[in-house]
């Protein structure tokens, strides 16, 4: 795609057609490219259709007629013998029944809906089950099969040509990136999906794919009891109380604070890496401390919990050597400042974000002895890194500076009292970014509660996953960002 200000410079271009020659340049107008293009109009309805709510979109496009064969082929005419509008309709479904949801799925991509598939695919969880979702629709495509195979009216045999290939790519997208959802069903439910993709979609990587997750869960099934998520070999991940956790504060004067910087962000990558984004939901998240729900969500536990590790490590470095003087703590406090801007130069928030509550905890906080002696210009930096997390206007700082630098290479370090890494370092290293999951939490937890999941007649309010949606897919893009941290080994 041509970029803002190339455009504007080609609608500047009169090009002509000379005979057998081909295209000559025969005048040039110039554009400013600063000036902003009209915006289209458009206007949106609520259509309602058995209980269902759409909101039906209507935005025209206005498309402009070249003056010759030349012109219309290249795409860069300047003189325009007129133009034609176009009306181009996009259909979101809002409200509806269960059945009327999962229908959806297939109907979405004609509709213009193109974030509906992954948005029922990263929430459906809230508010039904995939056995019961994949019932829905396996149902409904046979029934559509069955209408077409009769010649009925209801669906055409190019109506439904076009359901399958939407139904295939919903069952691809299902199968490629939520697998545990099939793993956790009963075999009768999988046998089924994997029947109506042979005789659909046979010979095709869908049916390969789906017949290995079967052959998964047949093998995995007939082991001693266990389960395929217990059973997949995955890395056991750190959590609270684990006694293997346990160990005696370090002395973090005897590490350099780039290579600390360096080893938290490396843990704390994988770890985000490795959060499945659904478990951050409110529905799922704000259930983890009742009774029996200990399972839920263990990779947001495991990075939650690499966070309070680290939090517990400053205070305890700072704190458990009773017989140090306040100049000897003095230095402990200004060596966790200095991680903390390596972290903040590697766009590691998360560990920044650890070791500045470390420093502002109450225990830590009352050492007026210890902070008298801190250089100012180590407390003048500690102070502006602290602002970054301040608590004004729901922490407005942070969640600008994450999308500013978010899927950025390198961060943004203009302030003078920021130290940079060594140029060497920085373009090896930095280019991820590891956030404050927290944030994302709390946004998530607070839409759960402050949004109904069902309106009137019961409903499925699914504007509210929408929502949560958004937030979802901001997490997967700092995910796909963090995997580009790229670490020297030794």
Excluded at 263 to 275: G, K, N, P, S, Y
Excluded at 329 to 343: F, H, M
């Amino acid at each position: 795609m041509l970029g803002r200000s190339v455009r504007h410079l080609l609608d500047g271009v009169k090009l002509e057609v000379s005979g057998e020659d081909g295209v000559v340049l025969s005048a040039y107008r110039p554009r400013d490219p600063d000036l902003e293009t009209p915006t289209t109009p458009q206007s949106a309805v609520e259509e309602t259709v058995d209980g269902a709510v759409y909101s039906v979109t209507k935005r025209h496009v206005q498309l402009q007629q070249a003056a010759n064969k030349g012109q219309l082929w290249l795409g860069v005419g300047a003189d325009v013998v007129g133009t034609r509008c176009e009306t181009v309709r996009t259909r979101c479904l809002k409200v509806g029944r269960l059945d009327q949801i999962v229908h959806h799925l297939v109907e979405a991509l004609d509709s213009g809906d193109s974030s509906y598939v992954s948005a029922f695919l990263a929430t459906h969880r809230a508010f039904t089950t995939t056995r019961q979702a994949l019932a829905i629709l396996l149902d409904r495509l046979e029934y559509l099969k069955k209408e077409e195979e009769r010649g009925s009216d209801g669906c055409s045999g190019k109506d439904w040509d076009r359901l399958r290939i939407s139904a295939d790519s919903v069952f691809s997208t299902w199968l490629e990136q939520y697998p545990e959802d099939f793993w956790q069903l009963e075999q009768d439910g999988l046998e089924r999906l994997v029947r109506y993709i042979k005789e659909e979609s046979g010979g095709s990587d869908l049916q390969r794919r789906a017949e290995e997750i079967l052959e998964q869960h047949r093998r995995l099934s007939s082991s001693d009891g266990q389960t395929l998520l217990n059973s997949a070999g995955s890395e056991r991940l750190p959590m609270e109380g684990d006694p293997t956790e346990r160990s005696a504060p370090m002395d973090i004067l005897t590490f350099m604070a780039d290579t600390t910087a360096a080893q938290l962000t490396m843990i704390d990558a994988e770890l985000f890496m490795r959060v499945v984004p659904y478990h951050c939901l409110g529905s799922i998240w704000s259930q983890r401390d009742k009774k029996g729900k200990g399972h839920l969500a263990p990779t947001v536990r495991a990075t939650v919990h690499q966070f309070n590790k680290l939090t517990n490590c400053v205070i305890a470095s700072c704190l458990c050597n009773l017989q140090l003087r306040p100049q000897q703590r003095a230095r402990i406090l200004e060596k966790w400042v200095l991680v903390a801007e390596e972290c903040r130069a590697l766009k590691n928030f998360s560990s920044l974000y650890a070791i500045i509550s470390g420093l502002q905890s109450n225990p830590v906080h009352r050492l007026k002895r210890t902070w008298e002696e801190i250089p100012r210009e180590v407390l003048r930096r500690y102070e502006e890194l602290s602002e970054i997390f301040s608590e004004k206007n729901n922490y407005s700082q942070s969640r600008e500076l994450l999308i500013k630098e978010g899927t950025s290479k390198y961060p943004t370090l203009d302030k003078k009292h920021l130290k940079k890494p060594k140029d060497h370092k920085l373009a090896a290293v930095v280019q991820g970014t590891v956030p404050y999951l927290g944030t994302f939490l709390t946004d998530l937890v607070m839409l759960d509660t402050a949004v109904k999941d069902y309106v009137e007649d019961g409903l499925i309010n699914f504007d509210k996953r929408r929502k949560e949606f958004e937030i979802i897919a901001r997490i997967k893009l700092l995910q796909k960002a963090c995997r580009n941290y790229s670490f020297e080994r030794e």
